[in-house]
């Protein structure tokens, strides 16, 4: 499937926000892992530029081989350099293709792309015209899964969990679905979400293990959770008590049972 945008972003991290939010909507459909690196998502940026108060778009030139969205948004804020560079020295953008290499941060002309026969655009007479019915179109809307945004809006909305945490949580649909189960296990969702994103992340990071292989579930946040709350443990013991629980899988309160 291709996407083409209209040219309504103005820098590369409009365009990386962009992509971002897309690669998001795709793994949350279930569609793609959308990794870039092998090749499972890819782009290519059109930049052009216009001097301000200007309505009119410069000559554009496309920029390949990004394979990363860092690299998009970095290969388009060093193409808008270098094209500002060219008019300012008097100088001609032309339009062409060009290569970005994303560990040196420089680009080099691929090919050159004057006219539209170099695109090489045909007419296929064995495509037909294609009318979407629009009652098809809402089932498959129904079928959906909640997206991101969405999502990000809820989780502020009936949790009153600040932008900090949805901001982590949201992004990994798995992640989340392991925060709502331990909100409501616990009943205190602000606690839950600082212990997943700060203490479980960081747990999770440094051995290297995925959320599928975690030996803590959110019945172990919930409890951990609980037992502050009702002053069973301090908030420092709790901090040690997580990370043997992370480090064994046993349960908060057989852990300080068996701790004493």
């Known amino acids: 499937m291709e996407i083409v945008s209209e040219p309504a972003m103005h820098s590369g991290e409009e365009a990386f926000a962009y992509l971002t ?10 569609i793609s892992d959308c ?5 499972q ?16 778009l ?6 390949k081989n ?12 060093h193409e808008i350099k270098r094209q500002i560079a ?13 290569d970005y290499d994303g560990q040196t941060g420089t680009s080099q002309s691929l090919r050159s792309k004057e006219m539209a026969h170099d695109y090489r655009y045909f007419p296929d007479p064995d495509l037909m015209p294609v009318k979407v019915d629009e009652a098809w179109k809402a089932r498959i809307r129904a079928g959906c899964p909640e997206l991101p945004f969405d999502r990000q809006r809820r989780l502020f909305e009936a949790y009153q969990l600040p932008y900090t945490i949805t901001a982590v949580l949201v992004p990994d649909r798995g992640l989340s679905d392991y925060f709502e189960e331990a909100a409501k296990l ?9 212990w997943i994103a700060n203490d479980l992340l960081r747990e999770l990071g440094a051995a290297k293990v995925a959320l599928g292989e975690c030996k803590v579930r959110p019945a172990h946040i919930a409890g951990l959770v609980r037992l502050v709350e009702e002053g069973v443990i301090s908030s420092t013991i709790a901090k040690e008590v997580f990370v043997e629980m992370f480090q064994t899988g046993e349960p908060p309160e057989a852990l300080i049972a068996r701790k004493g």
């Not at 410069?58 to 920029?63: D, F, H, L, Y």
């Not at 060219?86 to 060009?98: K, L, W």
Request: proline share 3%.
């Open 66 to 77: 990004l394979n990363s969205i860092s690299f998009v948004r970095d290969g388009i804020a």
């Open 21 to 30: 939010a897309l690669r998001t909507v795709m793994i949350y459909g279930g």
């Open 41 to 56: 998502l890819r782009c290519d940026a059109n930049v052009s530029i216009r001097p301000a108060g200007a309505t009119e």
């Open 186 to 194: 616990s009943g205190k969702p602000q606690a839950v979400g600082n």
């Open 86 to 98: 060219v008019v300012e020295s008097g100088g001609v953008i032309v339009q062409e293709t060009r």
């Open 35 to 39: 990794d870039m690196e092998k090749g």
């Open 58 to 63: 410069g000559t554009k030139v496309e920029i």
